[in-house]
């Protein structure tokens, strides 16, 4: 691994990594904050971001305005690349398939099967990484926004037991009934929708027996891709489940890290209370 970026934040360190992944055959960057306590020696939780459609390590951590709220509580916070990136990665004209748009899917379908292993890397070889190399426990949360948010809820619910707290931005919440997850899910993972469906948050609620993480969702009511969203659904399908959820519908509010930075200390101190609780 390499250390690539190094910066002061609220009495912590934000830093970026980057290292050769075996999950996508590439190399793969990282963000993470370590708080002071983490610098101070003590080991600390982790609390996973994953971002939306274009983004990279970057827009997070200079954006979201998470750095205060997981000094606050004494949490690691880390935040992946949303893809394998590099001229042998294959890559699509669109800004919602290939690099930049992983979905957070192991991909069966050529030519994105090689690379594109981002369930794998998010869930098992990043945190193997992390617990590894920095002072960090494997009590875990996982959140994220829009094709993110869509990650955090599929990671949490595919690996009971592995995450202590959920919650999620403006996520795609039911990806095999709108556009942009019909387009990815079939490119990725090839055109049967029942294989679509261990991939989708509000099919896989049916099936969470051993998971009952409470959901926390904000989603803006300005957001102009509520479409393509439809928290609804994962609503609707948490309520025939008897699966806790709160879904927060925030006036004014669009898709922007301006929506995420409004509430982030809201989330990371529900996340707090799980993984210091």
Same mark, same amino acid.
């Given at each position: 691994?390499?250390?690539?970026?190094?910066?002061?934040?609220?009495?912590?360190?934000?830093?970026? &990594?980057?290292?050769?992944?075996?999950?996508?055959?590439?190399?793969?960057?990282?963000?993470?904050?370590?708080?002071?306590?983490?610098?101070?020696?003590?080991?600390?939780?982790?609390?996973?971001?994953?971002?939306?459609?274009?983004?990279?390590?970057?827009?997070?951590?200079?954006?979201?305005?998470?750095?205060?709220?997981?000094?606050?509580?004494?949490?690691?916070?880390?935040?992946?690349?949303?893809?394998?990136?590099?001229?042998?990665?294959?890559?699509?004209?669109?800004?919602?398939?290939?690099?930049?748009?992983?979905?957070?899917?192991?991909?069966?379908?050529?030519?994105?099967?090689?690379?594109?292993? *981002?369930?794998?890397?998010?869930?098992?070889?990043?945190?193997?990484?992390?617990?590894?190399?920095?002072?960090?426990?494997?009590?875990?949360?996982?959140?994220?926004?829009? *094709?993110?948010?869509?990650?955090?809820?599929?990671?949490?619910?595919?690996?009971?037991?592995?995450?202590?707290?959920?919650?999620?931005?403006?996520?795609?919440?039911?990806?095999?009934?709108?556009?942009?997850?019909?387009?990815?899910?079939?490119?990725?993972?090839?055109?049967?929708?029942?294989?679509?469906?261990? &991939?989708?948050?509000?099919?896989?609620?049916?099936?969470?027996?051993?998971?009952?993480?409470?959901?926390?969702?904000?989603?803006?009511?300005?957001?102009?891709?509520?479409?393509?969203?439809?928290?609804?659904?994962?609503?609707?399908?948490?309520?025939?489940?008897?699966?806790?959820?709160?879904?927060? *519908?925030?006036?004014?509010?669009?898709?922007?890290?301006?929506?995420?930075?409004?509430? *982030?200390?809201?989330?990371?101190?529900?996340?707090?209370?799980?993984?210091?609780?």
């Amino acid at each position: 691994m390499e250390r690539i970026e190094h910066h002061a934040s609220f009495k912590g360190r934000q830093e970026v &990594w980057q290292h050769a992944s075996t999950s996508t055959g590439t190399d793969m960057k990282f963000g993470i904050y370590l708080p002071p306590q983490a610098l101070a020696g003590e080991r600390c939780p982790v609390l996973y971001w994953l971002s939306g459609l274009t983004c990279s390590e970057q827009n997070f951590i200079t954006k979201a305005g998470a750095q205060q709220y997981a000094a606050q509580h004494g949490l690691i916070v880390v935040a992946p690349d949303t893809s394998p990136r590099g001229p042998g990665v294959p890559d699509d004209d669109a800004y919602d398939l290939g690099q930049g748009a992983g979905f957070y899917v192991n991909a069966t379908q050529a030519p994105w099967a090689a690379h594109f292993r *981002m369930q794998d890397y998010v869930a098992d070889e990043l945190p193997a990484l992390v617990e590894q190399h920095f002072p960090a426990t494997d009590v875990r949360g996982i959140f994220g926004h829009s *094709m993110g948010g869509h990650g955090a809820l599929i990671t949490a619910l595919r690996h009971p037991g592995r995450y202590r707290s959920v919650s999620a931005f403006a996520p795609i919440a039911a990806p095999a009934q709108v556009p942009w997850g019909q387009k990815a899910l079939t490119a990725y993972l090839g055109s049967d929708p029942k294989v679509w469906a261990d &991939w989708d948050a509000a099919a896989l609620i049916a099936q969470a027996r051993a998971e009952r993480l409470p959901l926390l969702i904000d989603q803006g009511e300005a957001d102009e891709f509520l479409p393509q969203l439809r928290p609804d659904l994962l609503q609707a399908a948490c309520e025939k489940a008897g699966h806790p959820i709160t879904l927060r *519908m925030q006036p004014g509010y669009d898709h922007s890290y301006y929506f995420i930075a409004s509430f *982030m200390g809201e989330h990371v101190a529900h996340h707090a209370a799980a993984l210091r609780g």
